[in-house]
């Protein structure tokens, strides 16, 4: 029953992990797409959604 709660939750980490890469991923197609002052502020939401990416796969290496 644990090995089956601790696979669970790496499913459920894994599928969240991925859901914050791919925004990650749409911020830096909007940086590339971005000039001038909108790029400092895509730049911002960018660096946000990676910086997220880092932590939520810290916490899993952590937990697992």
């Known amino acids: ?11 459920e980490k894994m599928a969240d ?8 991923r749409d ?4 940086v590339r797409k971005s000039t001038g002052e909108a790029w400092v502020h895509m730049e911002k939401g960018a660096q946000a959604a990676w910086d997220d990416v ?9 937990e697992f």
């Open 54 to 62: 880092r932590k939520a796969f810290q916490e899993a290496a952590e």
């Open 17 to 24: 992990l991925e859901a914050k890469q791919q925004v990650a």
């Open 1 to 11: 029953a644990l090995k089956d709660e601790a696979k669970a939750r790496w499913t």
């Open 27 to 30: 911020k830096l197609g909007e």
